[in-house]
């Protein structure tokens, strides 16, 4: 089966994925008890937006389908999304889903995506590293660093980032994904700018784990491949110690970390959402927390389902990474 | 292996656990979960105070571990620790309350010291702490914003957040060993879909799962209900790794010779399951359940922190964590990071002899 074959129908079969997740996404939205429009109404008394009237909440009732069967109101919430008709926002004054979404993913899978480049950049030579120089003072000094990167929790992580650079480095960058004066202002020069020196904080603090995590494996990998005899026939050739390590042994070393790249994915952004609400980046966590706190289940249920699609891509992109990377990989379906 | 003869008559299990001993980080980080585990059973005793008890005269009163002394300002020995009795001042200017050490009195630290009345499980009463001062207070980790010793608190916290895990995971291993084992074993239809059900589960972030599930939880339900939900959620959710590991290896041993003998002599499916399956695939339950307690524990600190998860009279690890999301409490109170070090701790222990099981199990393995 040839690669674009092969691509092809991991799409199709993505399909159907996606379409019980949102299944089990809506049950979640069905599950606290209440109806959708009556907790609007007092969602928006209560938080001072005035008493909305009785022609308002019925036209909620219509557009969710609130006094039809399960399925109806299913397919009343699926059905615009093809058309990026995400439904509105009860908790946020009833802006639509769409519109916030809309600046907030992309920066969702920007911060992601680094985080990820981030780990793995750092992580792969410092594997390298201590692979070849296996049991020596750096090595066991990384292991022990790695340990702690993957026991502390990136919601604490950013406690302390976040405490160390306002108190004792001075920084201003913390929290939020650029300054206050820039809200609502167009992208320029100065404001990449503020926006680069915000980066650190959130990409590092969701990194680390995963950078320990890979640390770990491409240690492991590397040992399992320095055993093998490719590599005692590369060094009878004669190659020195560096041809032998880069070119033989982390090429073949490096196949199963793109292969994990799918289980890092939901990793990182489960990560990423923790963080985010405790730095109040405008990405997707923060939305989702705040919509579960406000128990707006419509606008939760949605963005569990957005995460869920972006995951199930992300899967597919690692899964044709690793096809292309790794040519003995037989374009199976599993 | 060396070539000792006593390993003949050693059973598989003692000569894993043999092996376990040589893995010395295992058996340190055994060792530590044991005195965690004990301290928090008992937490009544091993706390120098009750987890509700306020000093109201020692709000946000600084931790005094690192002043424990042998040696006082003139010089004198004591062979017993002691510390300076803090007394709480206000600052002139910021009107805050500052606390400086009285050199004049000296509160020795003694063991089994008559503090607090307790109940311990609500049968036993006694006052008796594992160690405490006769006179004056002792906060070794410091106290909250209501003067509530950290120390009493991480302890009884402990009790949440260490046992969370392990409830948790044991609704994991019941959950994932019968779909898994089932699904390997009989395979077909029931198979293909446990199959894409997991897929399906494994795809729904985790983390975000669990606090969407943790928000629905009422409000209005006391602190043990809602203690018993989390449990609940997390069970629930984490049994496909276990369902999908399980089904690989039950796979592979179906093949073997000796199932079908048994399924020749006649044995059932739930007997070849219980005795002939099952024993085989333990080692990798109880590898994947160690390494589930830390990502569990880690979890309950996250729902906590975020106010998704314990709530008040009771307290745990990440609820211990909640005052930080203020960004000034860690610059002023820098000792209420402390339940986060024993959340590390924890953590690492249970990945040190997770990865140490795995090992014995599977030495190829990386």
Request: proline share 5%.
């Amino acid at each position: 089966m040839g690669l674009l074959s092969y691509v092809a129908q991991r799409i199709l079969l993505s399909i159907p994925v996606i379409i019980v997740i949102s299944i089990i996404c809506f049950g979640l939205i069905q599950l606290p008890p209440g109806d959708y429009a009556d907790a609007y109404a007092a969602l928006a008394s209560s938080t001072g937006g005035g008493n909305v009237s009785n022609e308002y909440i019925q036209q909620i009732r219509e557009r969710y389908g609130l006094d039809q069967p399960f399925w109806i109101q299913y397919w009343k919430w699926v059905k615009g999304f093809p058309e990026g008709d995400f439904g509105i926002a009860m908790s946020l004054q009833g802006t639509p889903v769409a519109d916030i979404l809309k600046e907030r993913l992309p920066m969702t899978l920007f911060i992601n995506f680094w985080a990820l480049v981030f780990a793995l950049c750092i992580a792969l030579p410092i594997g390298l590293y201590s692979a070849t120089h296996k049991y020596s003072l750096l090595d066991y000094l990384l292991t022990f660093i790695a340990f702690i990167g993957i026991a502390i929790p990136g919601f604490i992580l950013a406690v302390i980032i976040i405490a160390i650079s306002i108190f004792w480095l001075d920084s201003t960058y913390i929290g939020k994904l650029y300054s206050n004066e820039y809200i609502g202002k167009p992208w320029n020069f100065d404001k990449t700018i503020d926006f680069l020196k915000h980066l650190p904080a959130p990409i590092i603090a969701i990194g680390i784990a995963q950078t320990s995590n890979t640390m770990r494996i491409m240690r492991g990998n590397m040992l399992d491949v320095l055993r093998q005899p490719f590599i005692q026939t590369a060094r009878a050739k004669g190659l020195s110690e560096n041809a032998v390590n880069w070119r033989h042994g982390a090429r073949i070393a490096i196949n199963p970390i793109i292969s994990r790249i799918g289980v890092y994915l939901p990793e990182i952004i489960a990560t990423e959402m923790l963080v985010s609400i405790v730095l109040n980046l405008n990405t997707i966590g923060p939305l989702f927390y705040d919509s579960l706190i406000a128990q707006d289940m419509y606008l939760a249920g949605t963005i569990l389902l957005v995460i869920s699609v972006i995951l199930v891509l992300g899967n597919l992109l690692a899964d044709i990474l690793l096809a292309i990377s790794d040519p003995r990989i037989k374009y199976e379906l599993m | 292996m060396s070539g000792n003869s006593d390993y003949i008559h050693l059973t598989e299990r003692q000569l894993n656990f043999k092996k376990f001993l040589r893995h010395k980080v295992a058996v340190f980080s055994s060792f530590v979960l044991f005195i965690l585990y004990l301290m928090v059973i008992f937490a009544d005793f091993f706390a120098p105070y009750g987890m509700l008890t306020n000093h109201k005269y020692y709000l946000y009163a600084p931790p005094q571990i690192s002043k424990i002394r042998f040696v006082d300002n003139e010089k004198n020995f004591s062979w017993r620790p002691f510390i300076y009795r803090q007394v709480a001042k206000r600052d002139p200017k910021t009107l805050r309350f500052i606390y400086i050490d009285d050199t004049k009195k000296k509160d020795f630290i003694y063991f089994f010291v008559e503090g607090e009345k307790y109940k311990m499980f609500g049968l036993f009463e006694s006052n008796v702490h594992l160690f405490g001062v006769k006179e004056g207070k002792l906060f070794l980790f410091g106290t909250d914003i209501i003067g509530r010793d950290l120390l009493s608190r991480i302890i009884f916290g402990g009790r949440v957040s260490l046992s969370i895990g392990l409830v948790g995971v044991l609704i994991l291993v019941i959950l994932g060993t019968i779909i898994g084992t089932v699904s390997g074993y009989f395979g077909g239809w029931y198979d293909n879909i446990i199959q894409r059900i997991i897929e399906i589960v494994r795809t729904i972030p985790q983390v975000a799962l669990w606090m969407a599930l943790a928000s629905i939880i009422p409000k209005e339900w006391p602190s043990s209900y809602v203690y018993l939900g989390i449990v609940i959620i997390f069970g629930l959710i984490s049994w496909a790794g276990l369902a999908r590991e399980l089904r690989g290896k039950v796979l592979a041993i179906r093949r073997a010779d000796f199932i079908y003998a048994a399924e020749i002599s006649g044995a059932s499916a739930a007997r070849i399951i219980r005795t002939h399956i099952i024993p085989n695939v333990f080692s990798h339950i109880i590898v994947i359940a160690t390494l589930s307690i830390p990502i569990m524990i880690i979890g309950e600190a996250a729902l906590s922190f975020l106010g998704l998860g314990i709530k008040p009279p009771m307290t745990s690890w990440g609820l211990l964590l909640t005052k930080l999301k203020e960004v000034q409490t860690l610059k002023h109170y820098p000792w209420l990071i402390t339940p986060a070090g024993f959340i590390v701790v924890s953590v690492l222990c249970f990945n040190f002899i997770g990865d140490a099981l795995r090992d014995l199990n599977d030495p190829h393995s990386k």
